[in-house]
């Protein structure tokens, strides 16, 4: 359960944006998007290699 902490005169605005960012982190959204239909196990592969490829392209225009 996540739990947010709100501190004195702290705008309720500010703390939903807390709320959200820490929802976000935990993945949650986007496991029930993942589930909601089913991916062939080669899919699920190419699209790893492809966010890994992706990553080291990326990486090696930083160097």
């Known amino acids: ?3 947010i902490p709100v501190k004195e005169g702290e705008n309720v605005e500010r703390a939903l ?4 960012r820490k ?9 029930l ?3 909601q239909a089913f ?3 080669s899919v699920t592969r190419r ?4 966010k890994a490829i ?9 160097d």
């Open 23 to 31: 929802f976000e982190k935990t993945g949650v959204v986007k496991e």
């Open 17 to 20: 944006k807390r709320f959200k």
């Open 47 to 50: 699209a790893e290699v492809k």
């Open 33 to 35: 998007r993942s589930r």
């Open 39 to 41: 991916e062939k196990p």
């Open 54 to 62: 992706y990553i080291q392209k990326m990486q090696q225009e930083e």
């Open 1 to 3: 359960m996540i739990i």
